[in-house]
């Protein structure tokens, strides 16, 4: 079955980074899209970013533009997301999550989520 | 980009009751149109696609309607198990995939 474990979330400071990794298993990780997804009680549930199947396109929300930047590793089976200069309203607890698309790029459903990692951005 | 709305925010229910949860994109969206189900502490569960297409496993209690910019997620025969926050997703106009605020039962 279809699995997303996500990790390296924690405290950090403002200003600060953090990588977060997702692991997946029990599909053909290659040939999907993949997103991170972030959930905070202001904001709800909110996208972060995309990547494509082979890595080589990349979309971003607004708000994390120029500050994290997403990749993965199909070798590894794994997406990451780094996230730079972190501020107080990037506090969520993030998803990676599986969109329906193969062999694409775009943005449609997201069959499978992970059971998501806590960022905390405090001083 | 294109902006869910999802009423009502909260919805008292009793278990048996049958209930309908509206969503509504500012601009159309055409059929594309997803809704997941959260339950407290767990990550959010794609019940539908396509706006009415249903996930396997999801009971035919719920069912999923509506196209343009107006949708419903009609769940029958409510169960205590169905006591969750329930959010829609447009995928039509993307990047970005955008979700409502959404709504959650409660008894």
């Known amino acids: 079955q279809v699995q997303l474990v996500e990790s390296g979330g924690g405290v950090v400071q403002p200003g600060g980074s953090l990588r977060l990794s997702c692991a997946a298993s029990g599909f053909t990780f290659r040939g999907y899209v993949m997103h991170w997804v972030r959930q905070s009680p202001e904001k709800g549930l909110e996208w972060v970013a995309v990547?494509?199947?082979?890595?080589?396109?990349?979309s971003y929300a607004d708000s994390v533009k120029g500050r994290f930047t997403i990749s993965r590793d199909n070798s590894k089976n794994s997406v990451f997301l780094q996230m730079n200069n972190l501020r107080a309203e990037d506090t969520a607890v993030y998803y990676c999550a599986k969109d329906l698309l193969y062999s694409v790029f775009g943005s449609s459903f997201l069959e499978y989520w992970g059971q998501g990692t806590l960022v905390a951005v405090s001083s | 980009e294109v902006v869910m709305t999802q009423s009502p925010a909260t919805l008292y229910v009793s278990p048996g009751e049958t209930v309908t949860l509206s969503c509504r994109a500012s601009e159309y969206v055409d059929d594309k149109l997803a809704w997941y189900q959260q339950r407290p502490g767990q990550a959010p569960r794609l019940l539908f696609y396509d706006a009415s297409a249903r996930e396997t496993d999801v009971p035919d209690r719920f069912s999923g309607s509506g196209s343009g910019t107006e949708f419903a997620l009609t769940i029958s025969g409510l169960q205590f198990e169905d006591l969750a926050t329930y959010y829609c997703?447009?995928?039509?106009?993307?990047?970005?995939?955008?979700f409502g605020q959404g709504t959650r039962l409660q008894i």
């Open positions: 997703q447009q995928y039509y106009k993307e990047p970005p995939i955008t």
């Open positions: 990547i494509s199947p082979d890595g080589s396109q990349t």
